[in-house]
């Protein structure tokens, strides 16, 4: 597993995941809680299908 291999993008996403549930949580509002619980799913097996992608050629 490479984490080089993960885009900024997709660690942008787990940055708005965590801030959508951490929003969520904070104003107690589930509907924020569960939208920001599967971005971070999402984006956490979008970061785990990057990392172990094929071998990059040099």
Do not use: E
Request: aromatic share 4%; no cysteine; hydrophobic share 50%.
């Amino acid at each position: 597993m490479d984490l080089r291999r993960v885009p900024p993008s997709t660690f942008a996403l787990l940055v708005a995941g965590g801030l959508v549930l951490a929003t969520g949580l904070y104003t107690v509002n589930t509907g924020l809680q569960l939208a920001g619980g599967l971005i971070l799913v999402v984006a956490a097996i979008l970061a785990l299908g990057q990392a172990k992608g094929p071998p990059r050629r040099r």
